[in-house]
């Protein structure tokens, strides 16, 4: 992986490092006249990178055979003649109608059937050879052009891979599926036993016969539509490496990202798979609507640097103020932009970037939020941007500082995730990434750090469980043997892991752990259960240490050595234990029968944390009111304090010098003031106080 500053830099400046700032930029929706005023507002606002060229296929490649590069050029020249670096899009993301009017085998196919036809974008199967040939010439055209352009500092492959088409079943996607399957098989016996096709007569004698999990009559095969999943997410990434092929044949001097989307339920793409085939990692993250809207930005940050490894990353967008794309587009209140920004600093983004620079005047995106809105520079928005601006190049010292690992973690994983919201299931409620959001949300709660890291980063090193004292696994559902041994081996030599319902329950083939529930991690735990007992909607359980369940209970037998920490008051398994928890060797393993909440979860986390001797760093007052992150160098430590809360906090207690401080300003304008002038003993409401001292 490549540091994000070098690229930043750009190949040819001696610019000393500092965070990156910037936007997409569509200047191609704008007049030229406009190009001038972007450059001295992208200069006064302190603008180093800009993403150029993500939705221009149709001004570029305007025929099959014509290409207009003459205004991408001028833009080029225009951002190196201002000291911005290009974030170069391969334009790839929407094909132009020429294309699809001359290929509409191009086109996706939904679940049941349906073309999704252009007039939006993405609109091309992940799969299509027709589609592949095409992109890949743009793709080379692109590479051939801007190879020695000195503003070209990391090329952007498509657009959030997989936003609107990961899901593609058409022809192509059943042909590329087989392909896949074989791979993965090798043989069809082995296909049918791992799909259990012995099953409501489904037995595959030739691989034709195999089909994505297509509208069917009843529930499609299980193992079949996870295998589709997994499929899916690997076809865009094969996209990605066709691309990157190309471009690393042409320039393999210039790094190549692409943006993920690590956010909210967006879950078609394995993304710890395929952080390893780019040169750093980038991200998209937009607030979700909600009272947890704040944590899950928080969640999805600390995952992206789990992602990454605990190396910093790019946040290639998320948004000034409202959106256009949920029901009701809320801007955000003063301070807000800030704390977004710097939130995802703390989790380790060496660069903040927004969608967009100018806000639109046409087109789906005219509502949603920019660097420049509507009103244009004469606004508390953009005011707002050239300040946000001040404080990323005051914060230069972070720059490449890693994740410094915290003693608790929540695992994540993306096969636990498909597996257990798959349909014919014990509840359809379920939702995997809510409970691990409701754990990380009580950590927060209890002011105890915690990283957000993947499973499929056991293998390959970015997730080391020795790092930690403390695992959380919510609804680790997808349990290979080599897993449980894993785990069990790390709890006995001390780790505490912590984890929940409907855990532990399939092999990757999605088969049942035969013996009673939870099969895999049933002799670790030391109790059985021989049958689930989901909650109805509304349902609602008593616990004897004052906390509610709903969604799910087990009916447990512990085995001998299994402590009952919570009991069920009320319901089908009133009066049997709800949470257990059992020592082994030197560390122990405990288990969480129902969904308590971020609320619930809290005191319990804390007699958890307690027990594996884990406490939180801050003081007293601030636990729950402050959310804790830690980045770190070779000698230095950065302290993000992150005020939760709409109240100014003291911060009394805590050592260190301030390197930024932000402050809401006249309930208008977030205002950040360089250290020195900061009062580092207050955290203002919605800011954030960055603490610079030595490593501890
Ligand atoms: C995504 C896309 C952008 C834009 C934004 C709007 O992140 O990549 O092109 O559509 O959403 O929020
Ligand atoms: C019907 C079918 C069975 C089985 C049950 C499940 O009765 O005939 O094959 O699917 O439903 O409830």
Same mark, same amino acid.
Not at 193 to 211: C, N, V
Not at 325 to 343: H, I
């Given at each position: 992986?490549?540091?994000?500053?070098?690229?930043?830099?750009?190949?040819?400046?001696?610019?000393?490092?500092?965070?990156?700032?910037?936007?997409?930029?569509?200047?191609?929706?704008?007049?030229?006249?406009?190009?001038?005023?972007?450059?001295?507002?992208?200069?006064?606002?302190?603008?180093?990178?800009?993403?150029?060229?993500?939705?221009?296929?149709?001004?570029?490649?305007?025929?099959?055979?014509?290409?207009?590069?003459?205004?991408?050029?001028?833009?080029?020249?225009?951002?190196?003649?201002?000291?911005?670096?290009?974030?170069?899009?391969?334009?790839?993301?929407?094909?132009?109608?020429?294309?699809?009017?001359?290929?509409?085998?191009?086109?996706?196919?939904?679940?049941?059937?349906?073309?999704?036809?252009?007039?939006?974008?993405?609109?091309?199967?992940?799969?299509?050879?027709?589609?592949?040939?095409?992109?890949?010439?743009?793709?080379?055209?692109?590479?051939?052009?801007?190879?020695?352009?000195?503003?070209?500092?990391?090329?952007?492959?498509?657009?959030?891979?997989?936003?609107?088409?990961?899901?593609?079943?058409?022809?192509?996607?059943?042909?590329?599926?087989?392909?896949?399957?074989?791979?993965?098989?090798?043989?069809?016996?082995?296909?049918?036993?791992?799909?259990?096709?012995?099953?409501?007569?489904?037995?595959?004698?030739?691989?034709?016969?195999?089909?994505?999990?297509?509208?069917?009559?009843?529930?499609?095969?299980?193992?079949?539509?996870?295998?589709?999943?997994?499929?899916?997410?690997?076809?865009?990434?094969?996209?990605?490496?066709?691309?990157?092929?190309?471009?690393?044949?042409?320039?393999?001097?210039?790094?190549?990202?692409?943006?993920?989307?690590?956010?909210?339920?967006?879950?078609?793409?394995?993304?710890?798979?395929?952080?390893?085939?780019?040169?750093?990692?980038?991200?998209?993250?937009?607030?979700?609507?909600?009272?947890?809207?704040?944590?899950?930005?928080?969640?999805?940050?600390?995952?992206?640097?789990?992602?990454?490894?605990?190396?910093?990353?790019?946040?290639?967008?998320?948004?000034?103020?409202?959106?256009?794309?949920?029901?009701?587009?809320?801007?955000?209140?003063?301070?807000?932009?800030?704390?977004?920004?710097?939130?995802?600093?703390?989790?380790?983004?060496?660069?903040?970037?927004?969608?967009?620079?100018?806000?639109?005047?046409?087109?789906?995106?005219?509502?949603?939020?920019?660097?420049?809105?509507?009103?244009?520079?004469?606004? /508390? *928005?953009?005011?707002?941007?050239? &300040? #946000?601006?001040?404080?990323? +190049?005051? $914060?230069?010292?972070? @720059?490449? %500082?890693?994740?410094?690992?915290?003693?608790?973690?929540?695992?994540?994983?993306?096969?636990?995730?498909?597996?257990?919201?798959?349909?014919?299931?014990?509840?359809? /409620? *379920?939702?995997?990434?809510?409970? &691990? #959001?409701?754990?990380?949300? +009580?950590? $927060?709660?209890?002011? @105890?750090? %915690?990283?957000?890291?993947?499973?499929?980063?056991?293998?390959?090193?970015?997730?080391?469980?020795?790092?930690?004292?403390?695992?959380?696994?919510?609804?680790?559902?997808?349990?290979?043997?080599?897993?449980?041994?894993?785990?069990?081996?790390?709890?006995?030599?001390?780790?505490?892991?912590?984890?929940?319902?409907?855990?532990?329950?399939?092999?990757?083939?999605?088969?049942?752990?035969?013996?009673?529930?939870?099969?895999?991690?049933?002799?670790?735990?030391?109790?059985?259960?021989?049958?689930?007992?989901?909650?109805?909607?509304?349902?609602?359980?008593?616990?004897?240490?004052?906390?509610?369940?709903?969604?799910?209970?087990?009916?447990?037998?512990?085995?001998?050595?299994?402590?009952?920490?919570?009991?069920?008051?009320?319901?089908?398994?009133?009066?049997?234990?709800?949470?257990?928890?059992?020592?082994?060797?030197?560390?122990?393993?405990?288990?969480?029968?129902?969904?308590?909440?971020?609320?619930?979860?809290?005191?319990?986390?804390?007699?958890?944390?307690?027990?594996?001797?884990?406490?939180?760093?801050?003081?007293?007052?601030?636990?729950?009111?402050?959310?804790?992150?830690?980045?770190?160098?070779?000698?230095?430590?950065?302290?993000?304090?992150?005020?939760?809360?709409?109240?100014?906090?003291?911060?009394?207690?805590?050592?260190?010098?301030?390197?930024?401080?932000?402050?809401?300003?006249?309930?208008?304008?977030?205002?950040?003031?360089?250290?020195?002038?900061?009062?580092?003993?207050?955290?203002?409401?919605?800011?954030?106080?960055?603490?610079?001292?030595?490593?501890?």
């Amino acid at each position: 992986m490549t540091d994000v500053p070098r690229l930043l830099a750009g190949p040819e400046t001696t610019r000393p490092a500092r965070l990156g700032y910037g936007a997409d930029y569509n200047p191609d929706q704008w007049p030229r006249e406009v190009w001038a005023e972007d450059a001295r507002l992208m200069q006064a606002a302190g603008v180093t990178v800009v993403s150029v060229a993500i939705f221009s296929w149709a001004r570029i490649q305007p025929a099959p055979d014509r290409w207009d590069f003459g205004w991408l050029d001028e833009v080029m020249d225009l951002m190196h003649a201002h000291g911005i670096s290009v974030d170069l899009a391969t334009a790839t993301a929407s094909p132009p109608p020429w294309l699809t009017t001359a290929h509409p085998e191009i086109l996706p196919v939904t679940r049941t059937g349906e073309t999704l036809w252009p007039g939006g974008r993405q609109q091309w199967r992940p799969t299509s050879p027709v589609f592949r040939e095409h992109a890949l010439a743009l793709v080379e055209k692109m590479a051939e052009r801007y190879a020695a352009h000195p503003a070209l500092a990391a090329w952007h492959v498509s657009n959030e891979l997989g936003c609107h088409n990961v899901e593609d079943y058409s022809d192509d996607a059943a042909r590329a599926f087989r392909t896949w399957l074989t791979a993965r098989y090798g043989t069809l016996d082995r296909l049918n036993e791992a799909w259990g096709t012995a099953f409501w007569s489904q037995r595959y004698t030739d691989w034709e016969q195999i089909l994505p999990p297509r509208l069917a009559a009843s529930y499609p095969n299980p193992t079949q539509q996870l295998d589709f999943k997994r499929f899916s997410s690997d076809a865009l990434v094969e996209h990605l490496r066709a691309e990157r092929d190309v471009l690393r044949r042409i320039t393999p001097d210039v790094p190549v990202t692409t943006n993920f989307m690590v956010m909210g339920e967006t879950k078609g793409m394995d993304y710890a798979a395929w952080a390893p085939e780019i040169d750093f990692v980038s991200n998209d993250h937009y607030l979700q609507p909600g009272p947890q809207g704040r944590e899950e930005m928080s969640f999805s940050a600390n995952l992206t640097s789990g992602v990454a490894g605990g190396r910093p990353w790019f946040l290639m967008e998320h948004s000034t103020s409202a959106v256009n794309w949920q029901p009701v587009n809320v801007p955000k209140r003063p301070g807000e932009l800030a704390r977004d920004s710097l939130t995802h600093v703390a989790h380790g983004a060496d660069a903040v970037c927004f969608f967009q620079w100018r806000q639109s005047a046409a087109g789906a995106e005219k509502y949603h939020s920019a660097m420049v809105p509507h009103a244009g520079e004469d606004s /508390a *928005l953009f005011r707002d941007v050239v &300040a #946000l601006g001040r404080t990323l +190049a005051d $914060l230069a010292p972070v @720059v490449g %500082a890693e994740r410094a690992p915290a003693r608790a973690a929540i695992l994540f994983d993306w096969d636990s995730w498909w597996a257990s919201e798959l349909d014919s299931h014990p509840t359809e /409620a *379920l939702r995997y990434r809510a409970e &691990a #959001l409701d754990w990380y949300h +009580a950590f $927060l709660d209890a002011g @105890v750090r %915690a990283d957000v890291v993947p499973v499929a980063g056991l293998d390959d090193g970015r997730t080391d469980l020795a790092d930690y004292d403390v695992v959380v696994a919510p609804v680790l559902h997808v349990v290979p043997a080599a897993l449980a041994d894993r785990l069990t081996r790390w709890v006995e030599a001390g780790g505490h892991l912590v984890t929940t319902y409907f855990s532990g329950i399939v092999d990757a083939d999605d088969h049942v752990w035969l013996g009673g529930y939870p099969g895999a991690l049933r002799d670790l735990l030391g109790l059985r259960i021989e049958e689930l007992n989901p909650l109805r909607d509304g349902e609602r359980v008593r616990l004897d240490d004052g906390s509610t369940g709903t969604l799910w209970t087990d009916r447990i037998d512990v085995l001998p050595g299994t402590d009952v920490l919570a009991t069920y008051l009320d319901g089908q398994q009133a009066g049997r234990p709800a949470v257990t928890r059992r020592a082994v060797e030197r560390g122990s393993a405990a288990y969480v029968s129902t969904r308590l909440g971020a609320a619930g979860l809290r005191p319990l986390l804390e007699r958890l944390l307690d027990a594996a001797g884990v406490r939180s760093e801050l003081p007293e007052p601030l636990r729950g009111r402050v959310e804790l992150t830690v980045r770190r160098t070779a000698d230095e430590e950065f302290w993000f304090l992150v005020n939760r809360t709409d109240e100014a906090l003291g911060l009394a207690g805590l050592d260190g010098k301030a390197l930024v401080s932000t402050t809401p300003h006249d309930g208008e304008v977030a205002d950040a003031r360089p250290s020195g002038e900061v009062p580092a003993d207050t955290l203002a409401p919605r800011g954030v106080v960055v603490l610079r001292r030595p490593r501890a």
